[in-house]
Every structure is written in C-alpha cells, then in structure tokens.
C-alpha cells in the first residue's frame, strides 16, 4: 500500500520524491510505503489550507487565531 500527501483537495507525492517505510508494530511486517514530507511540501500545505480558509472568515476578528473567548462558568 502506498499513501501519498493530501494537499491543495489533491493526492501528490512529496516533492523530492522521497518515501519511508512503515512497519506493523505488533508484527513487525511492513504496512505501507509514505510520503516523506519535507520544507517544500509543508509550506505547500499551509499555502492551501490559509487560501482555503481565510477568504471565508470576515469580521473585526478575520484571520485571528484564539479569537474565541473562553466560556467561565
């Protein structure tokens, strides 16, 4: 089995290339070939999920993060 990176609404590989290994820890056999993630790719996912995100939010708290106060009771 092979598991790729979800970004951007999309299954890519990692930019270099690059895949690791899992292994099933009770067994010890392999599971699945990943994805290894590095800078490039990271910086991909954060790109798409602040463009999918903030051209939603409005108001005076638009693009805050902890912006929601917490409830006391």
Partial sequence: M???LF????WQSAASGA???TVD?????PHA???DADRPDVDE???AARAARL?????PRAGRTGSHPVARG
């Fill in 19 to 21: 895949e690791f290994d």
């Fill in 33 to 35: 070939r990943c994805a």
């Fill in 7 to 10: 970004i951007g609404g999309a």
């Fill in 55 to 59: 051209p939603r939010l409005g108001g």
């Fill in 25 to 29: 820890p009770a067994t010890g056999a």
């Fill in 45 to 47: 996912a954060v790109a």
């Fill in 2 to 4: 092979s598991q790729s």
